[in-house]
């Protein structure tokens, strides 16, 4: 069991806090609930006691036999501040200790995450920009708003993440402190996930199993140390879309192949994590296909393109830059040819991509699960196991690889 320290700040996101309190609770954590006094505004302290299981306090004079306000801070393995308000920040950067939030965050030495909600001109107020460079610097994580509907009529960058993300985000640092470290500014990543889909009539397509978990948390994890991530999704079970992310929707392996080539022109890191249906039926029925009396009749496939291929041939003629990193996964089971490691080799070389992430598959693992475990292999031959975790956990690893052979410059 940890211990998540989650402080509350005075905005209006506060209300979705609650939400990132039960996802901490219900996952085992010992949750300690701090709000500014602001934020008593807006949710009440005996709606935090109750979704947290502890006494709320906003005060360094409450509980002074305790000396809360370094107890809580040093006895914290993970501290979230949601919303981080403008104001908040600003006194964290300052070093203020004038409530009993600001003066856990002193004492704290565990990972801080704080998750911004503002309007989108507080956001990019150079003040704020400031203030958000700071905290980075000093170690703790900042994440990028989403975009959208803010308070009133309002709508831009600046909203708060969806509380399933921000838990997400929080239960990587748990698992790893320095997995976010905002090392990907500037740098450009196009991400596919998802399954495609193959028509064969206006109800039916050949699919598979593919969730999308992986390509997601590779987006949101890629977002969050600073890249502009654009996301080409096929079919997924995810429910929402990562916090800073461009979503473009595919179905087939054809459109996916068109978006992929297009978005990929100036990225410097091209992940293809999607699950591409092998063949498409060569015609699609108009109508929707009768059973009849005779069965059904048969279908005629063709081959689907080689994504993956494609995009490294793409990078030898000059229509992706020279320098961009292509990373590809291989879903393996294994057979009488060879396991799943020996399967991923032969794959890495007849793609020629630069890391290649193997997964074994079936009877369970993969596809569909929220952990995941592997191994990454490189082009010259090395190859790193990917322990068992998290599939958020497995993006941060393998962003690290594809990290560390981008150009710099």
């Not at 919303?83 to 004038?98: C, E, I, N, S, W």
């Not at 991530?229 to 996916?256: C, F, K, N, R, W």
Request: aromatic share 4%; with cysteine.
């Amino acid at each position: 069991m940890s211990h998540v320290l989650i402080g509350v700040g005075g905005g209006i996101a506060a209300y979705k806090v609650c939400s990132v309190i039960r996802h901490f609770t219900e996952a085992g954590h010992d949750v300690r609930v701090v709000p500014t006094r602001a934020a008593l505004n807006f949710v009440g302290a005996a709606t935090f006691e109750a979704l947290s299981g502890n006494p709320v306090s906003t005060e360094v004079f409450d509980d002074v036999d305790e000396v809360a306000h370094v107890a809580l801070g040093r006895r914290a393995d993970l501290v979230v501040i949601a919303p981080a308000t403008a104001d908040l920040m600003a006194r964290a950067v300052a070093g203020r200790a004038d409530d009993l939030l600001t003066a856990s965050l002193l004492t704290a030495t565990c990972p801080v995450l704080f998750v911004p909600a503002m309007h989108t001109e507080m956001w990019q107020h150079p003040a704020t920009v400031d203030n958000v460079a700071t905290l980075r610097r000093r170690g703790a994580t900042v994440m990028t708003p989403a975009s959208g509907r803010l308070t009133g009529a309002d709508s831009g960058a600046g909203r708060l993440p969806e509380p399933t993300e921000i838990g997400l985000i929080g239960e990587l640092l748990l698992d790893r402190a320095d997995a976010l470290p905002y090392d990907l500014a500037g740098r450009r990543v196009v991400i596919s996930a998802g399954g495609t889909r193959e028509a064969l009539d206006p109800v039916r397509y050949l699919g598979n199993h593919s969730s999308g978990k992986q390509g997601y948390a590779l987006a949101r994890a890629a977002a969050q140390r600073g890249a502009q991530v654009t996301l080409v999704s096929g079919a997924t079970s995810e429910p929402g879309e990562p916090a800073a992310v461009d979503i473009v929707h595919i179905d087939s392996a054809v459109q996916l192949e068109r978006e992929m080539i297009e978005h990929a022109r100036d990225a410097d890191i091209v992940i293809m994590a999607a699950a591409v249906a092998d063949f498409r039926p060569i015609s699609v029925a108009g109508s929707k296909i009768k059973k009849g009396d005779d069965g059904p009749a048969p279908i005629r496939l063709d081959t689907n393109p080689d994504i993956l291929a494609g995009l490294v041939r793409a990078r030898s003629d000059g229509t992706l830059r020279r320098e961009t990193v292509i990373v590809g996964f291989a879903a393996e089971t294994g057979d009488a040819d060879g396991g799943v490691l020996d399967h991923g080799r032969a794959k890495l070389r007849r793609k020629g991509c630069d890391l290649l992430v193997v997964n074994a598959v079936g009877d369970g693992k993969a596809f569909g699960t929220d952990d995941n475990t592997g191994w990454i292999l490189t082009a010259d031959g090395q190859e790193t196991a990917l322990p068992f975790g998290s599939k958020t956990l497995m993006a941060s690893r393998i962003l690290d690889e594809a990290a560390s052979v981008v150009p710099h410059g």
